[in-house]
T-cell receptor, first 109, second 113 residues
Framework: GQSLEQPSEVTAVEGAIVQINCTYQ??????LSWYQQHDGGAPTFLSY????GLEETGRFSSFLSRSDSYGYLLLQELQMKDSASYFC??????????FGQGTELSVKP | DSGVTQTPKHLITATGQRVTLRCSPR?????VYWYQQSLDQGLQFLIH???????AKGNILERFSAQQFPDLHSELNLSSLELGDSALYFC????????????FGQGTRLTVV
């Protein structure tokens, strides 16, 4: 079946860098995405990796290694507003868009 | 604003009842996904429709059903409601079948009492 694993929570201080890892197991693979969700709000798309390597979007970067079934989201220059849950997601060949259980990031002053 | 509209925003209903949640995808998006998110839990995939056809099913209960209409809006029907069905229900739309970039609506918060 399909599964994604990511840490349940991470804590960091303002201005720091934090990395959230994600390992996945899926039948067929069409890329790894990352989403952010603030408490009770709608998840919002952050980034997508279809090929191996690093994708950078402002303070956020995402990395994928298909051979290791592994990716990560890197958040730099952390701000208080970055406190949220972060989900990795994959799509399998059956058309399911599956999310990990989420990593709750707490940014402290 | 993601462009995805979900109604209603909040719903309170009694056990045993039936409700219908509605989702209008972004203009031009053919894919609609439904998710259930219980308190402090992840997004549980329920079902995916593409251009009116069911494309994939997750661990969706038999009491739940969905459809996507010719105008591409979708409805999720929940029947014989139980207390454990209380959750946030999100729909998301996507522009291409195999695209993993999805746009979420604000969700419907269902409370079963």
């Amino acid at each position: 079946g399909q599964s994604l694993e990511q840490p349940s929570e991470v804590t960091a201080v303002e201005g720091a860098i934090v990395q959230i890892n994600c390992t996945y197991q899926t039948s067929g693979f069409y890329g790894l995405s990352w989403y952010q969700q603030h408490d009770g709000g709608a998840p919002t798309f952050l980034s997508y990796n279809g090929l191996d390597g690093l994708e950078e979007t402002g303070r956020f970067s995402s990395f994928l290694s298909r051979s290791d079934s592994y990716g990560y989201l890197l958040l730099q220059e952390l701000q208080m507003k970055d406190s949220a849950s972060y989900f990795c997601a994959v799509k399998d060949q059956g058309g399911k868009l599956i999310f990990g259980q989420g990593t709750e990031l707490s940014v402290k002053p | 604003d993601s462009g995805v509209t979900q109604t209603p925003k909040h719903l309170i209903t009694a056990t045993g009842q039936r409700v219908t949640l509605r989702c209008s995808p972004r203009s031009g998006d053919l894919s609609v996904y439904w998710y259930q998110q219980s308190l402090d839990q992840g997004l549980q995939f329920l079902i995916h429709y593409y251009n009116g056809e069911e494309r994939a099913k997750g661990n969706i209960l038999e009491r739940f059903s969905a459809q996507q209409f010719p105008d591409l809006h979708s409805e999720l029907n929940l029947s014989s409601l139980e207390l454990g069905d209380s959750a946030l229900y999100f729909c998301a739309s996507s522009g291409q079948d195999m695209n993993t970039e999805a746009f979420f609506g604000q969700g419907t918060r269902l409370t079963v009492v």
